[in-house]
Nanobody, 115 residues
Framework: QVQLVESGGGLVQAGGSLRLSCAASGTIYGLNAMGWYRQAPGKQRELVAE???????NYADSVKGRFNISRDKAKNTVYLQMNSLKPEDTAVYYC?????????WGQGTQVTVSS
């Protein structure tokens, strides 16, 4: 089992920045991927950014150049620095871990960007 606790969401004006954090605990060795997804109202959940098992990063095209994913292995924590936020970035952001064939999700944190 993997437990994920997110923090850092909130309300920000367009052009502003937010930083999300996700702390993992439990059986956290051998992770295949760790990162962030988001889901806007009426839309499917989509990948935002993630690390794969080799440590490489993958970003959605819509956030490239604006968002940066990083991690602190000692703290088992992954971060998402979001800059130049746009109203279309408004969504619930979920921390995600893939371990073997199992997906684990955080409780979600709301990010709202006002125009």
């Amino acid at each position: 089992q993997v437990q994920l606790v997110e923090s850092g969401g909130g309300l920000v004006q367009a052009g502003g920045s937010l930083r999300l954090s996700c702390a993992a605990s439990g059986t956290i060795y051998g992770l295949n991927a760790m990162g962030w997804y988001r889901q806007a109202p009426g839309k499917q959940r989509e990948l935002v950014a993630e690390f794969n098992s080799g440590g490489r990063t993958n970003y959605a095209d819509s956030v490239k150049g604006r968002f940066n994913i990083s991690r602190d292995k000692a703290k088992n924590t992954v971060y998402l620095q979001m800059n130049s936020l746009k109203p279309e970035d408004t969504a619930v952001y979920y921390c995600h871990v893939l371990r073997n064939i199992f997906n684990y999700w955080g409780q979600g944190t709301q990010v709202t960007v006002s125009s």
